[in-house]
């Protein structure tokens, strides 16, 4: 059964950064486009980067609200995907998620809280 460990949540000041990683395991991880998501309290899951597997090109999408300051990655032999988050701001605390995309497969979350 796949796995999706998501590793890197904590406290952070306004204008700080993390790194998100999520880990995978029992899966073929380079042939899947993969996602990060969050869900703030109250809110929907929404989507915040993909990144696509790499076979055709790397390509990546953002949410509007944080292009420019995060930033998606990937490392096929480490089977593992990131997220760098830069310039962040209280709007960004929710709990994050990997996803491998066009699955039902999620992690169980990492929780990034931006508060001073």
């Known amino acids: 059964q796949v796995q999706l460990v998501e590793s890197g949540g904590g406290l952070v000041q306004p204008g700080g950064s993390l790194e998100l990683s999520c880990a995978a395991s029992?899966?073929?991880?380079?042939?899947?486009?993969m996602g990060w998501y969050r869900q703030a309290p109250g809110k929907q899951r929404e989507l915040v980067a993909t990144?696509?597997?790499?076979?055709?090109?790397?390509?990546?999408n953002y949410a509007d609200s944080v292009k420019g300051r995060f930033t998606i990655s990937r490392d096929n032999a480490k089977k593992t995907v990131y997220l760098q988050m830069n310039s962040l701001k209280p709007d960004d605390t929710a709990v994050y998620y990997c996803?491998?995309?066009?699955?039902?497969?999620w992690g169980q979350g990492t929780q990034v809280t931006v508060s001073s």
């Open positions: 996803h491998v995309e066009g699955s039902n497969k």
């Open positions: 029992r899966i073929i991880f380079s042939i899947y486009d």
């Open positions: 990144i696509s597997s790499g076979r055709s090109g790397r390509n990546t």
